[in-house]
């Protein structure tokens, strides 16, 4: 079964606009921890966002956030006020447990193009 | 302000030949990862080592081997490279129990 699912293969959005991107998770394990990288085409992966399966509160960094439904098991991304250099694949990615050396499963990705 | 490197952003080799992807970090990182990414098919996990000269497989660990001599270095090895090992491969290094993966640039491997 996948353990990450990223339904949208592509998306698009308005400069200035905010958009959001879905994941959903699949794990037994009640400590895991949930991450956003973004892949510009220049190839390089880079973390944009972590959130605790025990944490209360919704992360957010800069115009990032994280809405994190434990119910639902879904862990989507938020961009506030879009950006050109926003155009990216995005990636969703889980950590099970708290000592498995920390590797994750990533999705699929979703591919971000934000319209000028 | 590099923190994980690898040595070669585009490598050629040929079938049949042994194939070494050097990654180096310098943020004094526990654990480092080899994954590959392939469209369509994601990134998935090769190998990953969470100590000095501890390795674990990951979900694809067929045809590769790891090396980690040094807390800062973890090197890949393709035994004997196929065509089917043609990919992007991506190092990342983490604390233990650490957030997000740093990751390299990555290397454009094509087995010819």
């Known amino acids: 079964a996948q353990k990450i699912t990223q339904t949208q293969p592509g998306m698009f959005v308005q400069e200035k606009e905010a958009v959001t991107l879905d994941c959903t998770y699949d794990t037994s394990d009640p400590s895991y921890g949930l991450f956003w990288y973004k892949q510009p085409s220049s190839g390089e992966m880079i973390f944009l966002i972590y959130q605790g399966s025990y944490d209360q509160q919704n992360a957010t960094e800069g115009r990032y956030s994280l809405n994190f439904q434990k119910a639902r098991k879904s862990a989507n991304l938020v961009i506030s006020a879009s950006q050109l250099g926003d155009s990216a694949m995005y990636f969703c990615a889980m950590r099970e447990g708290l000592t498995n050396a920390g590797k994750s499963t990533f999705g699929d990705g979703t591919t971000l193009t934000v319209k000028p | 302000d590099v923190k994980v490197t690898q040595s070669s952003r585009y490598l050629v080799k040929r079938t049949g030949e042994k194939v070494f992807l050097e990654c180096v970090q310098d943020?004094?990182?526990?654990?480092m990862f080899w994954y590959r990414q392939d469209p369509g098919l994601g990134l998935r996990l090769i190998y990953f080592s969470y100590d000095v000269k501890m390795k674990e497989k990951g979900d694809i660990p067929e045809g590769y081997s790891v090396s980690r001599e040094k807390k800062e270095r973890f090197s890949l090895i393709l035994e004997s490279a196929s065509t089917n090992q043609t990919s992007m491969y991506l190092c990342a290094s983490s604390p233990p129990r650490g957030t997000g993966y740093t990751f390299g640039s990555g290397t454009r491997l094509t087995v010819v």
């Open positions: 943020m004094d990182h526990e654990n």
